[in-house]
């Protein structure tokens, strides 16, 4: 499948593979990936939840909709004392997550405890995912050490966007990942597959819609309603259908990093490793949130899962095994 020739029509037909025809579209994504990445090298991020604090009110998130969740921020302090630990451990990669909160003294903190860490550790890579913010943040961010972003846009319909994130429209997001991308920073976003209303047509325009913009990632991950939230009683997206995004994702974008994701694994058990056989490269392992603080970023879920690295390290030795993908190393023979 060449994506020079891709139309909406044929993202949609093949949206609905399945069996043979799944397989071999999975084949034509690991051959795309074979192009731009050598045999085996999968990123492996660790992941520091740094601030449950979020100003949104998506309408399939329980983050926001818990009035009674303890709300933490960590300090730089602690950023810092958390990540030293974690690098000294072998990671590079490392994914900042919060709730979207645009507070000056947050983001500054944060700042502070990537600049520190990056005067100590210049090889650490900094992912952030902290939402939608303001154009000068980004620079901020990226003034401070900063080296990815991730800001998805969910969907690429106005209209479902409005329904699903209250509050905010489609236009004021994609001009924020655009001022992320001016900062000088490797952005990526990506879509939610299997939203409550969500056509076919809705997915296709949405991974046509990644092609506009100068990213370093992609993603496309499966719905999940969260317990408390308004969609509570929808069903999870599709999973089938979300790899086949992930595969298509990969023929568009050869070259990009495109993770497989937690959330697969929350609707079907050993879909995360189906996604690294559909042309993602990309793992993230949640060992660097402390213990006291993981249950209360519910993100997608009440009992969401949360890779350990044993979890994580299976996929991919299976991976290994089955010719998907395998574990890039370091001299040390560390991962990364």
Not at 69 to 78: A, G, W
Not at 291 to 320: T, W
Request: glycine share 6%; hydrophobic share 40%; with cysteine.
């Amino acid at each position: 499948m060449n994506s020079t020739f891709l139309t909406k029509e044929d993202i949609i037909e093949a949206l609905r593979f399945r069996n043979e025809a799944q397989q071999e579209l999975f084949s034509n994504a690991r051959e795309a990936r074979a192009r731009f990445f050598d045999e085996g090298d999968v990123e492996v991020r660790s992941v520091l939840e740094v601030s449950n604090v979020c100003h949104q009110n998506c309408r399939y998130c329980n983050m926001a909709c818990r009035r009674d969740l303890d709300r933490y921020t960590l300090s730089t302090e602690q950023i810092e004392s958390i990540l030293t630990s974690i690098y000294e451990r072998g990671r590079r990669f490392l994914l900042l997550q919060s709730g979207e909160n645009r507070s000056r003294e947050f983001l500054a903190s944060v700042a502070a405890a990537i600049r520190g860490l990056k005067k100590r550790f210049p090889d650490l890579v900094f992912i952030l995912c902290l939402g939608a913010l303001g154009k000068d943040d980004y620079q901020m961010l990226r003034d401070n050490g900063a080296d990815r972003y991730i800001l998805k846009f969910e969907t690429s319909s106005p209209e479902l966007y409005k329904t699903m994130k209250p509050g905010g429209t489609l236009q004021q997001r994609l001009q924020s990942l655009q001022w992320a991308i001016d900062a000088g920073l490797q952005a990526g976003t990506g879509n939610i597959v299997g939203l409550p209303y969500q056509t076919l047509e809705n997915i296709a325009e949405d991974l046509l819609l990644t092609l506009q913009f100068d990213l370093a990632m992609v993603s496309a991950s499966v719905f999940i309603p969260g317990e408390g939230s308004a969609l509570a009683d929808h069903p999870a997206g599709c999973v089938d259908t979300t790899l086949n995004a992930m595969a298509l994702l990969r023929t568009l974008h050869p070259s990009l990093r495109i993770p497989t994701t937690s959330s697969l694994e929350k609707v079907r058990k050993g879909a995360q490793l189906e996604g690294l056989r559909a042309g993602a490269n990309t793992v993230t392992i949640h060992d660097a949130t402390p213990k006291d603080y993981k249950a209360l970023f519910p993100i997608y879920s009440l009992n969401r899962i949360v890779p350990d690295e044993q979890h994580c390290m299976g996929i991919l030795k299976e991976s290994l095994r089955t010719g998907a993908g395998m574990i890039q190393e370091t001299k040390d023979h560390e991962i990364h």
